[in-house]
């Protein structure tokens, strides 16, 4: 299994799962305005079954659809940007069963208008935690630490 499929079978189980996510966000609400960057369609590079088709919503969110090579809709997720340290995280919200948001975090390592290289944040201690504040401080105890996140993955812009 390609490292983009693990990441990308590691998102889909927290949005399907919806539980195994964070009850809070980085911050509550958003206050990063949206990279224009992050715009447009991204995917594997060969072989991709399925590709991200990132929107703008407004101002500070985005709308992460993860489509087919048939165009079908699979799944679509609302995201934003928050900072912690000058690194920047991906806040993508999805809801369990009983409609309860959860949410599981990207670090964007790189992004340029070719790729984007992201890791997970695989530490499930933030589940447990109460508040924004809470997760934010988390985070940031533990940025620079390699063990914290999961295999890194690179989406790059189909055209």
Known sequence: MSKLAQVLSFIMAVILAGCDGAKYPIDDP??????D???GKWGEKKHGHE?????KTDDY???IAMLSKKKETIDGQIAFLSVIDSTRFLNI??????????YMFL???????KKILVAGIKDTTLKSMNSPAEIRTYIAGHINSPS????????????
């Open 148 to 159: 914290f996140y999961g295999d890194t993955s690179v989406l790059y812009r189909i055209k």
């Open 107 to 113: 670090k964007i390592i790189t992004l340029d208008a």
């Open 93 to 102: 919200r999805s809801e369990n069963e009983e409609h309860v948001p959860t």
């Open 30 to 35: 958003a206050v990063i305005k949206i990279d």
């Open 51 to 55: 590709y991200y088709c990132i929107s």
């Open 37 to 39: 960057r992050l715009l």
């Open 61 to 63: 969110h985005y709308f």
